[in-house]
């Protein structure tokens, strides 16, 4: 096993739910965490800045009341998401808040910076890093990263092209940290698969969407449930940075799944006042064939818990 910081050694349960942009909200983080398994959330979700504070309030002080109520059965952590990308302008302000409240886990995103892991480890706090490749992942450690997200190709959002198989024994040939796996993970036998492999934990967004407490459109939900991975198109038009949507929000969107140019990375822009010209491009990794109905989070983590004892006991582990 790895070497586990606190809080990360004592999670009930090996998933980190992946912060969704706009889609995650505290009702989603705290419904995550109370179920075991750590909710996440970008801090860039909460707009105007201001409303970061009362988002971190909302979450801090329900998880404590909480653990207050259930002693034998205490919530998992939670952690924000930074994009530490030049051209987010709230950074400053957004790290502030995450060290007033001693977020436990920070997920970095878009660069690795020595000052905001600093700041992170000021408190105590951990920082998990997500990288597409084994280059990526040497160069977060060496800034001070404590852990990886191994962000294979598949997974929703901004992703890489690497085989899991291949990222994973890659950065295990030289890092004994922790290390999350995220790439069309859906399923709780898909979660002990990621361990199988030497990851700690895997790393879920997608299924997520289709949950009742996500922050998304009714039809977004439904695209998840009714799609499958034919249903994927790998693009950087919309951000700047490669990632995976569902072709249906693009042909919503006036646009040709199979006939998108490409975009100049160098326009990348991350800042509060960026504008949403996409914002109805849906992303979505392509583990959503599993994804077959809208649901509450805690059934769906319990049915998560349930195939992965049951992929457990196949095994005879």
Known sequence: MSRLPPPLNQLPFP???????????????????????????PALNARPAAQLDEWLAEITETLAAWDKAHPDKPAAPFAINQIVHKSN??????????????VPIIITSLGARTDV?????????????????????????????????AVAAGAGGHAGVKSPFALIQEIRAWFDGPIALSGSISTGSAVLAAQAMGADFAYIGTAFIATEEARA??????????????????????????GNYLAPSIRAAGLDPDKLPESDPSKMNFGGDAKKAWKDIWGSGQGIGAVSKVQS?????????????????????
């Open 15 to 41: 998933v980190i739910g992946s912060p969704l942009f706009i889609i995650s909200n505290p009702k989603l983080v705290i419904a995550q965490c109370i179920n075991g398994v750590v909710g996440a959330m």
């Open 89 to 102: 302008d709230r950074l400053e302000h957004d790290m502030d808040m995450v060290v007033k409240y001693k």
């Open 117 to 149: 892991n600093d700041a992170i480890h000021s408190y105590g706090g951990v920082v998990l890093h997500d990288i597409i490749n084994n280059k990526f992942a040497k160069k977060a450690i060496e800034k001070g990263a404590d852990g990886l997200i």
């Open 217 to 242: 459109v009714e039809a977004y939900k439904q695209a998840i449930v009714q799609g499958s991975s034919d249903d994927i198109v790998y693009s950087n038009l919309f951000t700047g940075v490669h």
């Open 297 to 317: 989070a805690a059934d769906f983590i319990a049915q998560l818990k349930r195939e992965y004892a049951e992929a457990r006991a196949r095994l005879a582990l």
